[in-house]
T-cell receptor
Framework: DTEVTQTPKHLVMGMTNKKSLKCEQH?????MYWYKQKAKKPPELMFV???????INESVPSRFSPECPNSSLLNLHLHALQPEDSALYLC???????????FGQGTRLTVV | GQQVMQIPQYQHVQEGEDFTTYCNSS?????IQWYKQRPGGHPVFLIQ?????EVKKQKRLTFQFGEAKKNSSLHITATQTTDVGTYFC????????FGKGTRLHILP
C-alpha cells in the first residue's frame, strides 16, 4: 500500500465553524507533513511531524492546529478560518524527514 | 535564508519537442528532489539526486545535479501530452525549500 489517504476531498466551512482534515498512511513512514497550496503556486510547508512529534511549525496561525494521534494518522484541526485560508491542503509522508515523499490527493477547502 | 530559483516559470512546446527546467541556488545544496504535479492532481515524486555531477535517467526524463551542487536540471526528450503538468524541485538543509515550479504546456 503506497497511498496517503486524505478526507474529506472537499470541504466548505463558515468562518465560525470547527472542522478537521484527516490523513492516513500505512507505509510505516515516520515523517508526516501538512502543506497548503494556492492555485498556480507551489505547496507551502505548514507542519512536519517526525516520530509523532511536531518538529517543524512554519509560523502557522493558531487557527490551524495539527495533531498526530499515532504513527499512521495526522489531523489538521481548523477553527475560525478566514476566506484567504481557502486552498488545497496536502498531506504527505516519507520514511524519514526529507526522504522521498508520498502526497495525498488533498482536501480542497473553501471558507465562506 | 536559502532560496532556489526555478526557471522558466512557463514553457509551451510542440508535442515531440524537448523540454528542460532548471533549479539554481547561490549556495551548495545537500540534495535535490524533483516532483511532477498534473493539473488538478497532487505532487508525485520523480527522483532524488545527492552526488555531485550525478545524472539519472527515467525513460525520456534525464536529471542532472551540477558538479558544484548548486544547480539541477530535468530534461524531457520528445515530449508527449502525458508530460503536461508542473515540475517542482525541492531541496533540504535545515528546512524544506520548494522551487516555484515550471508549468509545461504541450501544443498538439
Amino acid at each position: 500500500d503506497t497511498e496517503v489517504t486524505q478526507t474529506p476531498k472537499h470541504l466548505v466551512m463558515g468562518m465560525t465553524n470547527k472542522k478537521s482534515l484527516k490523513c492516513e498512511q500505512h507505509m510505516g513512514h515516520r515523517a508526516m507533513y501538512w502543506y497548503k497550496q494556492k492555485a498556480k503556486k507551489p505547496p507551502e510547508l505548514m507542519f512536519v511531524y517526525s516520530y509523532e512529534k511536531l518538529s517543524i511549525n512554519e509560523s502557522v496561525p493558531s487557527r490551524f492546529s495539527p495533531e498526530c494521534p499515532n504513527s499512521s494518522l495526522l489531523n489538521l484541526h481548523l477553527h475560525a478560518l478566514q476566506p484567504e485560508d481557502s486552498a488545497l491542503y496536502l498531506c504527505a509522508s516519507s520514511q524519514y524527514t526529507y526522504t522521498e515523499a508520498f502526497f495525498g490527493q488533498g482536501t480542497r477547502l473553501t471558507v465562506v | 535564508g536559502q532560496q532556489v530559483m526555478q526557471i522558466p516559470q512557463y514553457q509551451h512546446v510542440q508535442e515531440g519537442e524537448d523540454f528542460t527546467t532548471y533549479c539554481n541556488s547561490s549556495t551548495t545544496l545537500s540534495n535535490i528532489q524533483w516532483y511532477k504535479q498534473r493539473p488538478g492532481g497532487h505532487p508525485v515524486f520523480l527522483i532524488q539526486l545527492v552526488k555531485s555531477g550525478e545524472v539519472k535517467k527515467q525513460k525520456r526524463l534525464t536529471f542532472q545535479f551540477g558538479e558544484a551542487k548548486k544547480n539541477s536540471s530535468l530534461h524531457i526528450t520528445a515530449t508527449q501530452t502525458t508530460d503536461v503538468g508542473t515540475y517542482f524541485c525541492i531541496t533540504f538543509n535545515d528546512k524544506i525549500i520548494f522551487g516555484k515550479g515550471t508549468r509545461l504546456h504541450i501544443l498538439p
